[in-house]
């Protein structure tokens, strides 16, 4: 049996993970002396295409716990195995063995947070650059990192020309409010995305609440909403030291998995080089969705999309014969975050 004072422990530090858009879609429980990560029938993101993002967020949990249990004396295992179950689907079985050294990763697991203010742009040393390299390699995954003042000039472009469609198109416009918490009462939910977290002041949350109605968003975008909300994002991208893409071996539910661990464990290891994160999650989501569910975006909207690949692809050569997981942006930070994303109890993830 898992002691029950370590389960708690380690379903704990896999809550505090990287969580998109801070959905927490996981579920902790303790099975025969293993510890079973599920994905939730709900808080899957309902645009999401093969899970791609719920898994990532699973396999950022996993990670954290695999690293936590170091800290506790044990060696963890990871198999994945995605199974249906009665608490939606089973996707991880992590056991433990005594012994092992302790990861010293452990220690910022309290420490890392999204940071959504500029960063210095400087170029990182080389050492450190190739410590975040090593800790996707250590999974399974690999990052590729993008330096240059013009590599980075020509990723936020992308980027950019990919936000737009989020906040133009009503299905994907609904979600994204759905997952704001536009006030305290709201925020108190201890999911989503509240106005600190997002950087804003609380007066922010009026227009939004304005823009999150489709009638209102769809006149405004005619004059530029969507376009303006989207160069946000791209700034964002080159006002870092590096912008990196997580990619996998295979494109299925391990490759995911093994993308999410690549990104906790990345960014663990940015938190220990005193540098801060932020994923930048649409443009690998939606040139994935575009191959695979192209019915989810308007025509011409499935038409942009599409010519951005072959620039994407000249920016990262290698992921072409690899499985997309996610952008992220790393560098100095400009200062600490106004807020860190809130989580829900621990109890409401566990499985008793």
């Given at each position: 049996?898992?002691?029950?004072?370590?389960?708690?422990?380690?379903?704990?530090?896999?809550?505090?993970?990287?969580?998109?858009?801070?959905?927490?879609?996981?579920?902790?429980?303790?099975?025969?002396?293993?510890?079973?990560?599920?994905?939730?029938?709900e808080?899957?993101?309902?645009?999401?295409?093969?899970?791609?993002?719920?898994?990532?967020?699973?396999?950022?949990?996993?990670?954290?716990?695999?690293?936590?249990?170091?800290?506790?004396?044990?060696?963890?295992?990871?198999?994945?195995?995605?199974?249906?179950?009665?608490?939606?689907?089973?996707?991880?079985?992590?056991?433990?063995?005594?012994?092992?050294?302790?990861?010293?990763?452990?220690?910022?697991?309290?420490?890392?947070?999204?940071?959504?203010?500029?960063?210095?742009?400087?170029?990182?040393?080389?050492?450190?650059?190739?410590?975040?390299?090593?800790?996707?390699?250590?999974?399974?995954?690999?990052?590729?990192?993008?330096?240059?003042?013009?590599?980075?000039?020509?990723?936020?472009?992308?980027?950019?020309?990919?936000?737009?469609?989020?906040?133009?198109?009503?299905?994907?416009?609904?979600?994204?409010?759905?997952?704001?918490?536009?006030?305290?009462?709201?925020?108190?939910?201890?999911?989503?995305?509240?106005?600190?977290?997002?950087?804003?002041?609380?007066?922010?949350?009026l227009?939004?609440?304005?823009?999150?109605?489709?009638?209102?968003?769809?006149?405004?975008?005619?004059?530029?909403?969507?376009?303006?909300?989207?160069?946000?994002s791209?700034?964002?991208?080159?006002?870092?030291?590096?912008?990196?893409?997580i990619?996998?071996?295979?494109?299925?539910?391990?490759?995911?998995?093994?993308?999410?661990?690549?990104?906790?464990?990345i960014?663990?290891?940015?938190?220990?080089?005193?540098?801060?994160?932020?994923?930048?999650?649409?443009l690998?989501?939606?040139?994935?969705?575009?191959?695979?569910?192209?019915?989810?975006?308007?025509?011409?909207?499935?038409?942009?999309?599409?010519?951005?690949?072959?620039?994407?692809?000249?920016?990262?050569?290698?992921?072409?014969?690899?499985?997309?997981?996610?952008?992220?942006?790393?560098?100095?930070?400009?200062?600490p975050?106004?807020?860190?994303?809130?989580?829900?109890?621990?109890?409401?993830v566990?499985?008793?």
């Open positions: 049996m898992l002691d029950p004072e370590l389960f708690r422990t380690l379903a704990q530090a896999g809550h505090k993970a990287a969580s998109p858009d801070n959905l927490q879609a996981w579920r902790f429980e303790a099975v025969d002396g293993a510890l079973h990560v599920h994905l939730p029938r808080g899957r993101l309902p645009t999401d295409v093969d899970d791609m993002f719920s898994l990532i967020g699973i396999g950022c949990a996993v990670e954290n716990i695999v690293v936590a249990a170091s800290a506790q004396g044990h060696t963890a295992s990871v198999t994945v195995d995605r199974q249906p179950s009665a608490h939606g689907e089973r996707i991880a079985i992590v056991t433990f063995a005594e012994g092992g050294e302790k990861d010293p990763l452990a220690d910022v697991i309290d420490r890392r947070c999204t940071n959504r203010k500029p960063y210095a742009t400087e170029r990182m040393a080389d050492d450190v650059a190739g410590r975040l390299e090593s800790a996707a390699a250590a999974v399974g995954a690999r990052v590729d990192l993008l330096h240059e003042d013009g590599e980075r000039d020509r990723v936020g472009s992308l980027i950019a020309d990919n936000d737009w469609i989020r906040m133009s198109h009503q299905p994907l416009h609904a979600e994204l409010f759905d997952i704001f918490r536009l006030s305290a009462a709201e925020a108190d939910r201890g999911d989503g995305l509240d106005l600190a977290s997002l950087e804003l002041p609380g007066a922010a949350g227009f939004l609440r304005l823009v999150g109605k489709w009638p209102v968003a769809r006149v405004l975008n005619a004059i530029g909403l969507a376009k303006g909300f989207a160069k946000g791209g700034d964002a991208a080159r006002a870092s030291a590096a912008v990196g893409l990619t996998a071996d295979t494109p299925d539910t391990a490759g995911y998995v093994a993308s999410g661990r690549a990104l906790q464990r960014w663990l290891q940015a938190a220990a080089d005193g540098m801060a994160m932020q994923p930048i999650g649409g690998a989501q939606y040139l994935t969705k575009v191959e695979r569910e192209p019915e989810g975006f308007l025509p011409e909207q499935a038409a942009h999309l599409r010519t951005l690949k072959d620039p994407f692809y000249a920016l990262f050569p290698a992921a072409k014969d690899r499985t997309l997981g996610i952008l992220f942006r790393v560098g100095v930070e400009s200062g975050p106004l807020g860190r994303s809130r989580r829900r109890p621990l109890d409401t566990l499985v008793s």
